[in-house]
């Protein structure tokens, strides 16, 4: 009985090579899911979901009651930390998220970097009644938006084509942009301290923006704010598990694994699983990294593809999961599938 409990999702996390990978998606809850839409309807925002304990700790349960993943990830946003900051933030179906841009040095000044733990206090009770809520052998995971990311939307005022005024903050005024880094640094350790104390029992860093940055700067935005991010909570947490989720930063992708001091890196559906196995899975567990549209297409075309990673990575440390989240239009049944799947693996 003791080995069926065990969180194959931690021992993985730890280095450990299984006989079948541990799995969960990204955004696997989410709009995909019909009982998702169901509760997001009777709810007035997408934010007041995100600070319902009751209605946010529902959602991040229904992947788990519906294909068993081996993990549930808190169902919140990375753009909690400048709501909590100030920072006006909302999201208009179809369009995304938008903020009030920071213009101004004022703007910086301005921030509420005495308000994140009061504000954040719901997040906190979500993860606690998940924790509750779920089976002995289901690993919980929090997360965070790296600063770098965090900033580009706090700058730019949301999503952007060609992330024109960040770029520029960047250049023109290190010093400004350098504080607000730093604020972010301080608000995230704060944040992911408290989801660990609630009861997460990993975390990951999603960075999602991180390949938009230029080589010169790279180190400075993307490196220098997660590694301090890391140090910081494991000097009160220094067990816990920190897997990096930098998309799209090519050839930049062993520095960060060597420099920031994650555990695993969860690599975006552009790197071959052969290079990773090669080149990186020495050093880290690997998470990944199926196409988020072979799991839309379904079929013997997902489980292709889902097999061909598998065959590839999992002779060392491994998490299946996706390239990037799970598409709105997937067909649920897809995902059920590709569960099955993955968890017959450990029958054969």
């Known amino acids: 009985m003791e080995n069926k409990l065990k969180k194959i ?3 993985a996390l730890n280095g450990k090579i299984l006989e079948r990978p541990p799995f969960w998606f990204m955004r696997q809850a989410g709009r995909y899911l019909p009982e998702y839409r169901e509760i997001r309807h009777n709810i007035p925002s997408f934010l007041d979901l995100c600070y319902n304990p009751v209605f946010a700790s529902e959602v991040t349960m229904q992947p788990i009651d519906r294909f068993k993943p081996d993990v549930a990830i808190l169902f919140s946003d990375i753009l909690v930390i400048p709501d909590a900051l100030g920072r006006k933030v909302s999201f208009s179906k179809g369009i995304g998220p938008k903020l009030d841009p920071i213009i101004s040095t004022k703007d910086v000044e301005n921030l509420l970097v005495n308000n994140v733990n009061h504000h954040l206090s719901p997040v906190y009770e979500t993860v606690k009644k998940v924790k509750n809520r779920l089976p002995e052998d289901v690993s919980l995971l929090g997360f965070a938006g790296a600063p770098w990311t965090v900033a580009t939307y706090m700058v730019e005022g949301g999503s952007s084509r060609d992330f024109l005024k960040v770029k520029t903050w960047a250049r023109e005024d290190t010093e400004r942009f350098d504080c607000l880094l730093s604020i972010l640094v301080e608000a995230t350790t704060d944040y992911l301290i408290g989801q660990i104390e609630a009861g997460a029992d990993a975390i990951q860093i999603f960075d999602t923006w991180a390949g ?3 080589s010169d700067q790279f180190n400075k935005f993307v490196i220098t704010p997660t590694k301090k991010i890391i140090s910081n909570v494991r000097k009160l947490k220094p067990d816990i598990k920190f897997i990096g989720f930098p998309k799209g930063i090519g050839p930049e992708i062993s520095t960060y694994i060597s420099e920031t001091g994650i555990d695993c890196i969860s690599i975006d559906s552009t790197l ?3 290079y990773a196995a090669k080149y990186l899975q020495g050093d880290c567990t690997i998470q990944g990294n199926l196409d988020p549209v072979a799991l839309l297409i379904g079929g013997k075309t997902m489980l292709k593809a889902a097999d061909e990673i598998i065959k590839n990575l ?4 491994f998490i299946f999961n996706l390239g ?7 067909p649920p049944e897809n995902v059920v599938l590709l569960a099955e799947h993955i968890k017959s693996l450990g029958n054969q």
């Not at 999992?314 to 440390?317: I, M």
């Not at 990037?324 to 997937?330: A, D």
């Open 9 to 11: 999702f931690l021992e």
């Open 314 to 317: 999992n002779d060392g440390p």
């Open 212 to 214: 938009i940055v230029p």
């Open 324 to 330: 990037h989240g799970v598409m709105p239009q997937t």
């Open 272 to 274: 071959s699983p052969n």
